[in-house]
């Protein structure tokens, strides 16, 4: 159906821009290689002979044209990506590639799904299709809430909707926008001499932590650590 046509494209989409992207597979090839290249003058020296590959490919003789195998290797990786998606286009009858950039505002407020991935960092760009919807979801970090999406051109208006899912018909960057939480906090008697006492209301289940600082910034005691924080509410 419909629905998993789009899922099954995107999800080759995703597969193109992380474990099959060119650097990751370049990286894997250099690895390989180093592992490799102390044998390699020994396996010629043993299993080395004349016979050439009649396919033109895999068929070194020596340490020489085995690194130029590894070469040829790195240039298929280096052009696969543009011929594996002009497959996928034709065959699905999609538009074009376009370019996805995703950013979070301020930075490190939250992080962004899209499609089955979440970028390790951001901003992050990736490669889809115009012609395949794909769905982004907006994930606030602890502290922080979503409030909208804005892009340059295909988000106007603001999207309040920490999910959308539209087809992407040009190269864009999609920002989300968070805020931190606002926590109800007071502490009594201020100033104080040798004891206090603290409220605070969280919106939500969360951890905390809560630390004691002078007027000059001076950390003067920490009341509940990270490493004893508890889920308050």
Do not use: C
Not at 12 to 35: G, Q
Not at 99 to 113: Q, R
Not at 150 to 165: E, M, R, V, W
């Amino acid at each position: 159906n419909t629905e998993f046509r789009h899922q099954f494209i995107n999800r080759y989409a995703d597969l193109m821009n992380t474990v099959l992207h060119p650097n990751n597979l370049s990286k894997l090839t250099y690895k390989i290689r180093d592992n490799m290249s102390p044998e390699m003058t020994r396996h010629f020296a043993m299993w080395g002979d004349t016979t050439t590959n009649p396919y033109g490919f895999g068929g070194a003789l020596n340490f020489s044209e085995w690194n130029e195998e590894v070469d040829s290797m790195l240039s298929f990786i280096k052009m696969r990506s543009a011929y594996a998606r002009d497959y996928v286009r034709q065959e699905f009858s999609l538009i074009k590639n376009v370019d996805v950039t995703l950013d979070v505002s301020p930075a490190g407020a939250g992080t962004i799904k899209i499609s089955t991935i979440i970028p390790d960092s951001l901003p992050w760009t990736g490669v889809y299709f115009d012609g395949n919807p794909v769905g982004m979801t907006a994930m606030a970090n602890p502290g922080y809430k979503f409030l909208y999406w804005k892009s340059p051109n295909l988000i106007a208006q603001s999207n309040t909707n920490s999910y959308i899912n539209l087809n992407i018909t040009q190269n864009e960057t999609f920002t989300a926008y968070f805020v931190p939480i606002e926590y109800t906090f007071n502490a009594y008697p201020n100033p104080f001499t040798n004891s206090f006492t603290i409220n605070f209301l969280l919106p939500k289940d969360q951890q905390v932590s809560v630390k004691l600082f002078s007027i000059v910034g001076q950390r003067i005691a920490t009341i509940v650590s990270e490493s004893t924080a508890q889920t308050w509410g």
